[in-house]
């Protein structure tokens, strides 16, 4: 008897994630192209052959108070999803970062009895320690992209010996940087001047909380230095609206739709808002720095966490490196104070050609010390063996670099006989 296709059920609600799960299909379906992908995602799932019921990152929101609007949907989505569980059974749930919605998909897997993979999990170090709780109880897989991770779990009884294995296979954004195909038009059309990027966020949320400041920001900046042109990176034609409506009246800007990747490469230095997109300007070594506003309260409960901890940041590049390359700055609203940091931090690498080359030259290093590819692959050929797919036998143990340059061979994951007793208990 020929065996059932691996039936995965995929899902990614930011922007970010659905590039990742896009990829991580793609890796998936080149080891066994017989594989049925279904679930929730974005434009880049659908193109890699997801069956997509709906599309998730439409309701990429940040908060309880954007939320609200869409509680009906989430729940329904929530509903849906439970019944295909129940009822087709597919062989795992592989979710994607996303966290306020994915738990109520892994408690309803793990209802039905269907195993959980987490691939790239939220990042609680940071955050929400707590909830680590909710991993030992319905996950089955970790899959981190952060080689700290694992231990950070370990520590708090998330482990193979706990029952929920946690590995590292390395940070997909470096494949995809790497991977990149640039619209050289583009950048041909806009090389020979100044540049600084302006990367306002994929979210909505993060364009209204971060724009602000960031105009406030490139305005200042345009009056002493107006042969710079600030490009904005827009991710959608909504966000590149509301762009154009805050740095209205500001010299030299230029709002463009998915064209962050050129704007980082033209750049001499970004203005970013924090998340994922730093480990892309890490990979291709440009100067940025740091902005994410906050409500007051998350401000003073996040000075705190840095302040305990011994490197001071959450960005991803800085704990990649184990040194604070790129500069942050956490306003509650954009305060005139902050705004006159950044200015001062920016218009000294403008200035400097000899500043920001010291910058970029201590990315560099680090970059090229601890930057390396093959997650994505690592990734599936750990799903494959996890499941137990039609290829997973023939794949070669993933190997990836650490951040300290050595090569970790990826544990093997627990096969299906694991899963099914992790799925029964």
């Not at 998909?105 to 609680?124: E, F, N, S």
């Amino acid at each position: 008897m020929v065996p059932a296709p691996m039936h995965l059920f995929l899902s990614a609600g930011e922007p970010s994630g659905d590039q990742h799960a896009a990829h991580l299909l793609t890796e998936l379906r080149r080891r066994d192209p017989s594989l049925k992908a279904v679930g929730y995602g974005g434009p880049d799932l659908a193109a890699a052959g997801q069956e997509q019921s709906f599309r998730l990152t439409d309701l990429a929101v940040m908060g309880i108070g954007a939320v609200l609007p869409h509680i009906k949907t989430f729940f329904s989505l929530r509903n849906r999803a439970a019944e295909y569980f129940r009822d087709q059974k597919p062989d795992a749930v592989v979710l994607v970062d996303f966290p306020g919605f994915h738990w109520h998909l892994a408690k309803a897997a793990k209802k039905a009895g269907v195993p959980v993979i987490y691939y790239l999990p939220p990042q609680m170090w940071a955050w929400a320690g707590w909830r680590v709780k909710k991993v030992r109880k319905y996950v089955d897989y970790l899959l981190c992209g952060l080689p700290f991770e694992p231990q950070w779990y370990a520590d708090r009884g998330v482990s193979a010996e706990d029952g929920t294995p946690c590995d590292y296979v390395g940070h997909p954004f470096f494949d995809e940087a790497a991977a990149k195909q640039l619209d050289q038009t583009f950048l041909e059309e806009r090389r020979g001047g100044r540049t600084v990027g302006v990367l306002p966020g994929s979210r909505n949320r993060e364009v209204e909380r971060n724009g602000p400041i960031l105009a406030a920001a490139a305005r200042r900046l345009s009056g002493l230095h107006p042969d710079v042109t600030f490009r904005v990176a827009a991710y959608q034609p909504a966000h590149a609206d509301r762009c154009r409506e805050l740095f209205a009246g500001i010299p030299n800007v230029e709002v463009c739709v998915e064209r962050t990747s050129e704007i980082i490469e033209l750049a001499e230095c970004c203005l970013f808002v924090s998340g994922s997109v730093s480990l892309e300007l890490f990979a291709r070594r440009t100067p940025g720095a740091v902005v994410y506003c906050l409500p007051r309260w998350k401000y003073q409960f996040l000075s705190k966490l840095v302040a305990d901890d011994d490197l001071n940041t959450i960005t991803l590049p800085n704990l990649f490196a184990g040194e604070k390359l790129y500069p942050e700055f956490f306003p509650p609203g954009a305060e005139a104070r902050e705004v006159t940091e950044i200015v001062r931090l920016v218009d000294n690498w403008l200035s400097a050609p000899a500043s920001l080359a010291a910058v970029r030259g201590a990315i560099a290093a680090a970059a090229d010390r601890t930057v390396r590819t093959g997650a994505t692959a690592a990734a599936a050929d750990a799903v494959l063996r996890a499941v137990g797919g039609s290829n997973a036998a023939a794949t070669a143990e993933p190997v990836v670099e650490t951040a300290a340059g050595t090569q970790a061979v990826v544990a093997p994951p627990p096969g299906p006989n694991a899963l099914a007793a992790r799925r029964a208990a």
